[in-house]
């Protein structure tokens, strides 16, 4: 069983700066596909960005050149580093663990943890 869990995220200016980490526990974080997601007030949860277990990341067009996914497996911790965000990245951002593709769906995730909050506001 591989339990995971987020934090870091918290209030932020337009224009700031987050990093989200990931901490997985129960196996090895490169056995996995790794993805972020988030889901905003009366919204569907959505692809931000993903990392294979190869290490190839993946970006959602709405945050690319502005998010970066990368890991720590000496750490065992996916992370997702955050500038420029924008009032429309608030939202509750959740990791998930899986092996399945395409990245971008929630249903090839198996695992998942319990979200950590991001509000961006003045």
């Known amino acids: 069983q591989v339990l995971l869990a987020e934090s870091g995220g918290g209030l932020v200016q337009p224009g700031g700066s987050l990093k989200l980490s990931c901490t997985v526990s129960?196996?090895?974080?490169?056995?996995?596909?790794m993805g972020w997601f988030r889901q905003a007030p009366g919204k569907e949860r959505g692809f931000v960005a993903a990392?294979?277990?190869?290490?190839?990341?993946v970006h959602a067009d709405a945050v690319r050149g502005r998010f970066t996914i990368f890991r720590d497996t000496a750490t065992n911790t996916l992370y997702l580093e955050m500038n420029g965000l924008k009032y429309e990245d608030t939202a509750i951002y959740y990791c998930?663990?899986?092996?399945?593709?395409?990245?971008?769906?929630?249903?090839?995730?198996?695992?998942w943890g319990q979200g950590t909050q991001v509000t961006v506001s003045a």
């Open positions: 998930a663990a899986g092996h399945s593709t395409p990245l971008t769906w929630t249903a090839s995730y198996d695992s």
């Open positions: 129960g196996r090895a974080i490169s056995d996995f596909n």
């Open positions: 990392l294979t277990s190869t290490e190839i990341p």
